[in-house]
Nanobody
Framework: VQLQASGGGLVQAGGSLRLSCAAS????????MGWFRQAPGKEREFVAA????????HYAGSVKGRFAISRDNAKNTVYLQMNSLKPEDTAVYFC????????????????WGQGTLVTVSS
């Protein structure tokens, strides 16, 4: 399985970005997907997850109401729409696959993308 994350960049506080994660080599439509992030000097943390149908989503409290995860199974792609960005959202964002829906521990995810850097300036 290969996951390719993209869409990161530099944005001012209050701005928006949309991350994409393209998957190949696996039955994408049968697995749950998650986004995690890792800020400099900090541990990787859960951001959002979506089940294989796209009907069930889960968010970390710090991003709920600002971020939205979605997927397009026809394109083998999962998205993370990030609005009202804050400097504390600065991190490398990773996408990952899981056979379980709604899990927040990174140990529950098996395949990972390479990460895309999001920098939010104040």
């Amino acid at each position: 399985v290969q996951l390719q994350a993209s869409g990161g960049g530099l944005v001012q506080a209050g701005g928006s970005l949309r991350l994409s994660c393209a998957a190949s080599g696996r039955a994408f439509s049968s697995v749950a997907m998650g986004w995690f992030r890792q800020a400099p000097g900090k541990e990787r943390e859960f951001v959002a997850a979506i089940d294989w149908t796209g009907d069930s989503t889960h968010y970390a409290g710090s991003v709920k109401g600002r971020f939205a995860i979605s997927r397009d199974n026809a394109k083998n792609t999962v998205y993370l729409q990030m609005n009202s960005l804050k400097p504390e959202d600065t991190a490398v964002y990773f996408c990952a696959t899981s056979l379980r829906d709604g899990v927040r521990r990174d140990s529950e995810y098996d395949y990972w993308g390479q990460g895309t850097l999001v920098t939010v300036s104040s």
